[in-house]
């Protein structure tokens, strides 16, 4: 397993999809994997040698799933463990995490309450975190009791 793989991205263990969708994106990106979930596979054909082109493709989504899998919580791998292109793994887990639940805008809305903006260093690194915040409530959207509600600031 890459090093930079588990040091730059973290474990997705659902209610983390915002954080770790970006990373993973520009881990897949680093590799020149992240192509795999914008492309179908290439079809093989007779009439035109591409044998070497498909097997690229191959080869490259394997890569992308394999890397995406060994960043899933235990419990996430299991449910997303039948799918066999890179494109159609990204699209179940940003279907499954992509939108958070109240939970998780709670969560996120005490920790930004709890961020303490130091006295004594200099402020940046801590608004940085207080904009992280605001931007992961920002587009937070949940459904109670059939009813949709928006986080609005």
């Given amino acids: 397993m890459s090093n930079a793989l ?3 991205v973290p474990i997705l263990t659902g209610v983390n999809w915002q954080d770790w969708s970006p990373l993973m994106e520009a881990y897949l990106m680093s590799q020149g994997q992240w192509y795999m979930l914008m492309e179908t596979r290439p079809e093989l054909t007779t009439s035109l040698d591409n044998h070497s082109q ?3 493709w191959d080869q490259d989504n394997a890569q992308a799933i394999g890397n995406m899998c060994l ?3 235990p419990a996430i791998h299991v449910k997303v463990s039948g799918s066999t292109t890179a494109n159609n793994l990204w699209g179940t887990l940003k279907a499954e995490y992509g939108k ?11 920790a930004l309450l709890e ?4 006295s004594n260093a200099h402020p940046g690194p801590t608004m940085d975190k207080i904009q992280a915040h605001f931007t992961h409530l920002k ?3 949940f459904v109670t009791n059939s009813r949709t ?5």
């Fill in 149 to 153: 509600h928006d986080f609005a600031l």
């Fill in 54 to 56: 498909v097997n690229d």
């Fill in 100 to 110: 958070p639940g109240i939970a998780a805008t709670y969560s996120e809305f005490k």
């Fill in 139 to 141: 587009d937070t959207t």
């Fill in 115 to 118: 961020v303490t903006i130091p």
């Fill in 6 to 8: 588990t040091s730059l």
């Fill in 71 to 73: 960043r899933l919580a």
